[in-house]
C-alpha cells in the first residue's frame, strides 16, 4: 500500500501497478497462440495488421529486433517459447517502438537549394534568459547547436571605446560576451547534432575597421569551416549536400555605426507580455490573422521607423576583407511590400520581417510571399515587445514557406514545443524539406481557405508511467497520488487546428484513459501531434507532468511509445505515454 499523511491520519492507496491496460490486453490475446505467448508468425501478423509494416523485408526485419529485444530483456516464454504479454507490454513501451522511427535518420532529398527547406533558427542565441537585463553567453549558443539548431545569430556592438567588439542586445541592461568566446563556441558544436550547415546571421553595428577586426576573427577562427561564395550575386543557392560541414556568414552590406533606439526605452514605453506557467495556448491562426489586421497605426509606424532608422546609416567606406565573408546578404527593405517581395530571377537574398509586419504581409500578400519563399530566404524575428523571451506561433511561417522562423530558444512555453516539434522531423538534422505545395509555381497555396479533409488521424492514448521515478510522491498532491488527464490535438493550419482531453484518473501513479480521439486533416504535411498531460487541482491551477510535439507526417502507425519532455524541453528520464495512431 501506498501511504500518505494528511495532519494526524494516514491515507492508504493501492500500489501502483504496470500491468498492460485492458486494451492492450485485448490486443495481445487476439494474436496469442494457446499456451498465452506470442510466437514468430503471430508476431508478424500483429507488425503487419497493427503496425502497419509493409512488406515482407521490413516484416522480418521488424520482427528480428523484437525478438532479440526480448531475448536481450530475458522476456521469452521458458522453453523457447513466444513473447509473454509481460514481454509484449515491456517492448511496446521501449525505445525501440517509439512513435517517430529510431534509425530512420535523415530521408529527406537534401539536394535541393536552401530554399526549399525549414531551418531551425534561433534569435538573439546568446541571451541566458529576458530579453533586457539578462546575461549574455556562449553556453546557450553551445547548447541550440548541440539542440539541432542551424542559425544563430549573433549581434555586434562597439564597446565603450569603441575599439573591440561585442556581443550583447544592443543599447539594453544585457551583460555582454566576448566575441571570439561565441566564435568558438560555434566551431566545437557547430557539427555534433548535425552535418548539415550553420548560418551565422550578424547583426552589424560596426565601423569599418571593426568590421576588419571581426573578419580576422572569423577567418582565423572557422578556417577551412567557412564558406565563400565564389560571386556576389548567387542565381539560386547551393544545398544542404552541397554545405555539409560548412559556415556561412550571413548579414546586410556593411554599413557605419549608427545608435539605434533603445532597447531600454522599448521596454519603457512598450508592453511586455507575460506567458502563463506552461505558454499560451496555441491560437488556430484565425485569432491571430484578427488580431495582425487590428495592429495600431501607432505600431505600424513603430516598426517602419526602427528599419528606417538602419536605412539612415551613410556609407563610409567598406572593409573589403569583411565583405567577402558574406555569402548569404540580407536585402533592405524598401517599406513596401510589392516591392519588397519581387523576385529577382537574376540573384537570391535574404529578407527579414518582423513578426508583426509580417502577419500583416500574409493578410495581404499571402500569395506573393510563398512565391519569394520558393527562390529567397525569409527570416521572421519576435516582436521587441517579447521582453521575456515568449515565442509567436511558428506554423505562421512555416505556413506560407518561410524559412527562418526564428525563436527564442532560451524561452519556454507551447509555442516553441512546436518549433521542437517541427525539427525532430528528417532525422533531427535542422532541415526539414518543404511540402511540394509550397513549391507550385502554378497554383499558390493559401492556409486560411476552406480545404477538403486530406486524411484522419485516429490517436488512442492507452496509458502513461514514469511520474513515480522522475517526481517525489508528494510533487503533485501532499495528500494522494495524482490525477492525471491527457490533452491531444492539433497545430497546423487554421482547419486542423483543435484540442481534446481525456478523462482525469484519480489517485493514480500510472494512469489508463483508453481514450480514443480522431482529427480530419487538410494539410497532414503542415499538422503537428500536440500531447500534453496535466495533473487536475480544484483548489488551484492544474500542475503540468509533461508534453511532447511530433510531425504527424512522420508519426508511425500502430501502437507506439511516446516519450515526454519538461517544460523546458528537456527530456523526462522516465515518463512515456503508450498511443495507437491510426491514418484512413
Same mark, same amino acid.
Given at each position: 500500500?501506498t501511504?500518505?499523511?494528511?495532519c494526524?491520519?494516514?491515507r492508504?492507496?493501492?500500489p501502483?501497478?504496470?500491468?498492460?491496460?485492458?486494451?492492450i490486453?485485448?490486443?495481445?490475446?487476439?494474436y496469442?497462440?494457446?499456451d498465452g505467448?506470442l510466437?514468430e508468425?503471430a508476431?508478424?501478423?500483429?507488425?503487419r495488421?497493427?503496425?502497419?509494416?509493409a512488406?515482407?523485408d521490413d516484416?522480418?526485419?521488424?520482427?528480428?529486433?523484437?525478438m532479440a529485444?526480448?531475448?536481450?530483456?530475458r522476456l521469452?516464454?521458458?522453453?523457447g517459447?513466444?513473447?509473454t504479454?509481460?514481454?509484449f507490454h515491456?517492448w511496446?513501451?521501449?525505445?525501440?517502438n517509439?512513435?517517430?522511427?529510431p534509425?530512420?535518420g535523415?530521408?529527406?532529398?537534401m539536394g535541393?537549394?536552401?530554399?526549399h527547406y525549414?531551418i531551425?533558427?534561433?534569435?538573439?542565441?546568446?541571451l541566458?534568459?529576458n530579453?533586457?537585463?539578462?546575461?549574455?553567453s556562449?553556453?546557450p549558443?553551445a547548447?541550440?547547436?548541440?539542440?539541432g539548431?542551424?542559425v544563430i545569430?549573433?549581434?555586434?556592438w562597439?564597446n565603450a571605446?569603441?575599439d573591440?567588439?561585442?556581443?550583447?542586445?544592443?543599447?539594453?541592461?544585457?551583460?555582454p560576451?566576448?566575441?571570439?568566446?561565441?566564435?568558438?563556441?560555434?566551431?566545437?558544436?557547430a557539427?555534433i547534432?548535425?552535418p548539415y550547415?550553420?548560418i551565422?546571421?550578424?547583426?552589424?553595428?560596426?565601423?569599418p575597421h571593426?568590421?576588419?577586426?571581426?573578419?580576422?576573427?572569423?577567418?582565423e577562427?572557422f578556417?577551412?569551416?567557412?564558406?565563400?561564395?565564389?560571386?556576389?550575386?548567387?542565381?539560386v543557392?547551393?544545398?544542404?549536400?552541397?554545405?555539409?560541414g560548412?559556415i556561412?556568414?550571413s548579414t546586410k552590406?556593411?554599413?557605419?555605426?549608427l545608435?539605434?533606439?533603445?532597447?531600454?526605452?522599448?521596454?519603457q514605453?512598450?508592453?511586455t507580455?507575460e506567458?502563463?506557467?506552461?505558454g499560451?495556448?496555441?491560437p488556430?491562426?484565425?485569432?491571430?490573422v484578427?488580431?495582425?489586421?487590428?495592429?495600431s497605426?501607432?505600431?505600424?509606424?513603430?516598426?517602419?521607423e526602427?528599419d528606417e532608422?538602419?536605412?539612415?546609416k551613410?556609407?563610409?567606406?567598406?572593409?573589403?576583407?569583411?565583405?567577402?565573408?558574406?555569402?548569404?546578404?540580407?536585402?533592405?527593405?524598401k517599406h513596401?511590400?510589392?516591392q519588397?517581395?519581387?523576385?529577382?530571377p537574376?540573384?537570391?537574398s535574404?529578407?527579414?520581417l518582423?513578426?508583426a509586419a509580417?502577419?500583416?504581409a500574409?493578410i495581404?500578400h499571402?500569395?506573393?510571399?510563398?512565391k519569394?519563399t520558393?527562390?529567397?530566404l525569409l527570416r521572421?524575428?519576435?516582436?521587441?515587445?517579447?521582453?521575456t523571451s515568449?515565442?509567436?506561433n511558428?506554423?505562421?511561417?512555416?505556413?506560407y514557406?518561410?524559412q527562418m522562423?526564428?525563436?527564442?530558444?532560451?524561452g519556454?512555453?507551447?509555442? &516553441?514545443w512546436?518549433?521542437k516539434g517541427?525539427? =525532430?522531423?528528417?532525422?533531427g538534422c *535542422?532541415y /526539414?524539406?518543404?511540402?511540394?505545395? #509550397?513549391?507550385?509555381?502554378?497554383?499558390?497555396?493559401d492556409p486560411?481557405?476552406?480545404?477538403p479533409?486530406?486524411?484522419?488521424l485516429k490517436v488512442t492514448v492507452?496509458?502513461?508511467?514514469?511520474?513515480?521515478?522522475?517526481f517525489?510522491?508528494?510533487?503533485f498532491d501532499k495528500c494522494s497520488?495524482?490525477?492525471?488527464y491527457a490533452?491531444?490535438g492539433i497545430?497546423?493550419v487554421?482547419?486542423?487546428?483543435?484540442m481534446k482531453?481525456?478523462?482525469?484518473?484519480m489517485?493514480?501513479w500510472?494512469?489508463?484513459?483508453?481514450?480514443?480521439?480522431e482529427?480530419?486533416?487538410?494539410?497532414?504535411e503542415?499538422?503537428?501531434?500536440?500531447?500534453?498531460?496535466?495533473?487536475?487541482?480544484n483548489?488551484?491551477?492544474?500542475?503540468?507532468?509533461?508534453q511532447?510535439c511530433l510531425?504527424?507526417?512522420? &508519426?508511425?502507425?500502430?501502437i507506439?511509445?511516446v =516519450?515526454?519532455?519538461?517544460?523546458d *524541453?528537456? /527530456?523526462l528520464?522516465?515518463?512515456? #505515454?503508450?498511443?495507437r495512431?491510426?491514418?484512413s
Amino acid at each position: 500500500m501506498t501511504t500518505y499523511r494528511v495532519c494526524c491520519f494516514l491515507r492508504r492507496f493501492r500500489p501502483a501497478s504496470n500491468e498492460p491496460s485492458e486494451a492492450i490486453g485485448d490486443v495481445f490475446q487476439a494474436y496469442a497462440g494457446a499456451d498465452g505467448a506470442l510466437g514468430e508468425e503471430a508476431l508478424r501478423r500483429f507488425l503487419r495488421e497493427v503496425q502497419g509494416e509493409a512488406g515482407d523485408d521490413d516484416v522480418e526485419a521488424a520482427a528480428r529486433e523484437v525478438m532479440a529485444f526480448a531475448a536481450e530483456h530475458r522476456l521469452l516464454k521458458k522453453g523457447g517459447g513466444g513473447l509473454t504479454v509481460e514481454g509484449f507490454h515491456r517492448w511496446l513501451c521501449s525505445d525501440a517502438n517509439a512513435a517517430l522511427h529510431p534509425r530512420r535518420g535523415v530521408h529527406d532529398d537534401m539536394g535541393l537549394p536552401l530554399s526549399h527547406y525549414f531551418i531551425y533558427t534561433g534569435h538573439n542565441s546568446y541571451l541566458t534568459g529576458n530579453q533586457l537585463s539578462s546575461g549574455c553567453s556562449e553556453v546557450p549558443i553551445a547548447k541550440a547547436l548541440r539542440d539541432g539548431v542551424r542559425v544563430i545569430e549573433l549581434d555586434l556592438w562597439p564597446n565603450a571605446a569603441k575599439d573591440d567588439v561585442e556581443v550583447l542586445h544592443g543599447r539594453t541592461w544585457t551583460s555582454p560576451v566576448d566575441l571570439m568566446k561565441c566564435l568558438e563556441a560555434i566551431k566545437e558544436h557547430a557539427f555534433i547534432s548535425s552535418p548539415y550547415p550553420v548560418i551565422l546571421t550578424l547583426e552589424d553595428h560596426l565601423t569599418p575597421h571593426l568590421q576588419a577586426k571581426v573578419a580576422k576573427m572569423i577567418k582565423e577562427t572557422f578556417g577551412d569551416l567557412l564558406y565563400l561564395s565564389e560571386s556576389e550575386a548567387m542565381p539560386v543557392f547551393p544545398s544542404p549536400e552541397d554545405l555539409r560541414g560548412k559556415i556561412i556568414i550571413s548579414t546586410k552590406p556593411p554599413k557605419e555605426y549608427l545608435e539605434t533606439k533603445s532597447s531600454k526605452e522599448e521596454a519603457q514605453n512598450g508592453s511586455t507580455e507575460e506567458e502563463s506557467v506552461w505558454g499560451d495556448e496555441i491560437p488556430d491562426n484565425k485569432a491571430q490573422v484578427a488580431t495582425a489586421c487590428q495592429v495600431s497605426e501607432k505600431d505600424s509606424e513603430r516598426y517602419v521607423e526602427e528599419d528606417e532608422e538602419m536605412e539612415k546609416k551613410v556609407q563610409l567606406g567598406v572593409n573589403a576583407e569583411y565583405k567577402t565573408l558574406i555569402s548569404i546578404s540580407l536585402t533592405r527593405r524598401k517599406h513596401d511590400m510589392d516591392q519588397d517581395l519581387k523576385v529577382d530571377p537574376e540573384k537570391v537574398s535574404r529578407m527579414s520581417l518582423g513578426e508583426a509586419a509580417y502577419e500583416k504581409a500574409t493578410i495581404t500578400h499571402g500569395s506573393e510571399i510563398i512565391k519569394f519563399t520558393q527562390r529567397n530566404l525569409l527570416r521572421i524575428f519576435p516582436k521587441t515587445t517579447r521582453i521575456t523571451s515568449s515565442n509567436y506561433n511558428p506554423l505562421m511561417g512555416w505556413s506560407y514557406g518561410a524559412q527562418m522562423v526564428a525563436a527564442n530558444m532560451q524561452g519556454h512555453g507551447r509555442k &516553441l514545443w512546436l518549433t521542437k516539434g517541427m525539427f =525532430r522531423a528528417n532525422g533531427g538534422c *535542422g532541415y /526539414v524539406k518543404k511540402p511540394d505545395f #509550397l513549391m507550385n509555381t502554378d497554383k499558390m497555396f493559401d492556409p486560411r481557405s476552406k480545404l477538403p479533409v486530406k486524411t484522419r488521424l485516429k490517436v488512442t492514448v492507452y496509458m502513461g508511467d514514469g511520474w513515480r521515478f522522475d517526481f517525489r510522491k508528494t510533487h503533485f498532491d501532499k495528500c494522494s497520488p495524482p490525477d492525471f488527464y491527457a490533452r491531444v490535438g492539433i497545430a497546423g493550419v487554421v482547419a486542423d487546428t483543435m484540442m481534446k482531453e481525456t478523462k482525469v484518473i484519480m489517485d493514480n501513479w500510472i494512469p489508463t484513459w483508453d481514450h480514443e480521439f480522431e482529427f480530419p486533416l487538410a494539410v497532414p504535411e503542415l499538422a503537428l501531434l500536440r500531447v500534453e498531460v496535466h495533473e487536475s487541482d480544484n483548489h488551484q491551477k492544474d500542475d503540468f507532468a509533461g508534453q511532447t510535439c511530433l510531425p504527424v507526417w512522420e &508519426l508511425r502507425s500502430g501502437i507506439r511509445s511516446v =516519450r515526454l519532455y519538461a517544460r523546458d *524541453g528537456e /527530456v523526462l528520464r522516465s515518463v512515456k #505515454l503508450l498511443m495507437r495512431f491510426e491514418f484512413s
